[in-house]
């Protein structure tokens, strides 16, 4: 018998350890009908060795399937009497795992997402015909961990994206009126548009598919060039004059999660972009610390027997 040994390290995409015990690897050869499953126990971020008993010299399709985390795929070349080795796996957290979020209380926020939640006006929010929306602490606690995620998302991003004028695309948003699960609409002026115009990282993209809220129309938008997460800002106005301007800022995909991670694409659905999915994108691609991290569903006890 010939042995090959394989050598798998696996990380979130902070580059931390899975909140996993256990992970089931499964090697399949492009060559043959050789197929390879074990279920091997995490120790932190510590690699794991995984030996294959006479599995030729092939490639394989390796397969990786966690439980709170997306499946994915890769090639490896393995050779026997030899070891295998790639640099660190990175896993992007499976959306339908999230049982919640851990996110700053309102008094540990920045100051200026404070402010911007002190200032909101969310009529979707307000109790009732003639009852003031909730601003502030209100409003902050109220929100669902989708709304939540999808807002220290956008502030994250706006704040990390600078203009020609050396401010930032979040400090030039007034009050927020709207905030869905991959957008929000904020009152804004002239300034930002300017700004945006100028800046050779922004460029146009197509406005034709995004809510209209009235009295405003939408009359262009801008994207910036991002590989993937792109933050793109669509405005809308009223009249041609005045400098009463309404932004939606949303926080593209582009190419998706299945395309920067090793992703498993016919696992990944369509449908509204889904902000957990956008917090890794941020922190893998673009190096942005997110404000929130996940919290999964407890561990059950299994066990199984085979029956007769």
């Known amino acids: 018998m010939a042995n090959a040994n394989v050598k798998l390290q696996f990380e979130d995409v902070l580059g931390g350890p899975l909140d996993e015990s256990d992970i089931l690897i499964e090697f399949f050869s492009l060559d043959n009908s050789q197929h390879f499953r074990v279920v091997a126990p995490l120790n932190g971020a510590a690699p ?37 080795t790639r640099p660190p796996i990175v896993l992007p957290v499976d959306p339908a795992k999230v049982a919640d979020i851990d996110a700053p209380r309102f008094d540990d926020l920045p100051s200026p997402l404070k402010d911007f939640l002190s200032n909101a006006s969310l009529a979707d929010f307000a109790a009732g015909p ?28 706006s704040s990390a994206t600078t203009l020609v004028d050396d401010t930032t695309v979040f400090s030039k948003l007034g009050v927020m009126i709207k905030l869905k699960q991959d957008r929000l609409f904020a009152k804004t002026g002239a300034a930002l548009l300017e700004e945006t115009m100028q800046d050779t990282f922004f460029h146009h993209a197509d406005d034709t598919l995004h809510e209209t809220i009235p009295p405003y129309q939408i009359f262009t938008s801008f994207k910036t060039r991002d590989s993937q ?46 902000p957990y999915d956008v917090r890794e994108i941020l922190a893998a691609d673009q190096g942005l610390t997110p404000l929130y991290t996940f919290r999964f569903a407890a561990r059950g006890v299994a066990k199984a027997s085979a029956t007769t």
């Open 48 to 84: 794991i060795n995984v030996s294959l008993t006479d599995p030729g010299n092939d490639i394989y399709r390796v397969m990786i399937t966690p439980v709170n985390y997306r499946v994915i795929q890769f090639f490896l070349r393995i050779a026997e009497e030899q070891t295998t």
């Open 130 to 157: 003639g009852v003031p929306p909730p601003q502030g602490s209100a409003l902050y606690n109220t929100l669902s961990p989708l709304l939540k995620a999808a807002l220290l998302n956008l502030f994250t991003k």
């Open 229 to 274: 997460g792109n933050l793109e800002l669509t405005f809308s106005r009223t009249g041609n004059t005045g400098d009463d301007y309404l932004v939606d800022m949303d926080i593209d995909e582009a190419q998706g999660i299945g395309h920067i991670f090793e992703v498993l694409k016919n696992l990944v659905t369509s449908g509204l972009t889904n």
